[in-house]
């Protein structure tokens, strides 16, 4: 049997696995924490015949259709796979823990589905509105401006999951128009996709998720210390906000592109956290 490529510390461990193979190793209730940012089937196979000089504003040269082999997946396809990940939180997630589960209309309905047939509670179902969002090339449709995010526990029939209440209602996010100082945090978060340059410069992930998105679930939702498990890595956005909150992070990634990119953010954030832990602290293989 191939060993399987990974990158291991104390506070990371990162392989590049199938994540149903790799969870179904772990331990039950191993982790604090699961932030999920599955294949969503939003892939297009669609070609756009752009007439030469379109005025699109902002969009002035090449840009990348979202269209990726790992990203191809549908209908009861899609359900099954849902159903087959989400099994293994439920069973991986500590009842005081949260999974937070990202998705767009093309998958949200079999989340919530597959989260009330496992008997997990949805805490909230967020709107993340991104107010620069690409525009609809087809001109058929709305542009699409949003995504959802799940915030679901494990508890069975008890609400233990740790929600950091008070700091959240305090917290302002300069970025989010709809947040005010000292109110609770509604269910519309207005942050913007772009990303900073620190973000895209080991290479970019073409779902790339923004720090300050994932950043702020964690805020509302880690215990320091904690065990957070992100199978779904693409370029290790989710990890890098799990370390910034002290936590250890455990994670899966199948396209060796992204794994190596994600090794590179990883191992760059380390250097920034730990300078004097750094050297003979790796060892990827
Ligand atoms: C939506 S992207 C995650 C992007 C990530 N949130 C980021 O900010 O970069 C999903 C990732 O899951 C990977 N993937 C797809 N199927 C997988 C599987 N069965 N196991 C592990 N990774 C998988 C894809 O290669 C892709 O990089």
Known sequence: ???????????????????????????????????VDPPYGASTKAVWKLEQGHNLPGFGGQWDIASHTWD?????????FTLLWLTELKRLVKPTGSIWIHSTYHNSGWVNVACQLLELEIINEV?????NAFPNLSGRRLTASHETILWVHTGNGKREYYFNYEQVKAKT????SLKKPGKQLRTVWDIPNNKKREELAFGKHPTQKPLRLSSRLLFISAQKNGRLLVPFVGSGTEIIAGLRSGMECTGFETEIEYFDLACRRIKEEMSQLQPMLLPGLFSSK
Request: glycine letters at 4%; hydrophobic letters at 40%; a negative charge.
């Open 1 to 35: 049997m191939n060993e399987i490529k990974r990158f291991e510390t104390e506070q990371v461990k990162l392989y590049l696995q199938d994540a149903l193979e790799g969870m179904a190793m772990l331990p039950d209730q191993s982790f604090d924490l699961a932030i």
């Open 173 to 176: 996010f300069p970025s989010d």
């Open 72 to 80: 191809e997946i549908s209908g009861i396809e899609s359900f099954q």
């Open 127 to 131: 709107v993340w509105y991104k107010r």
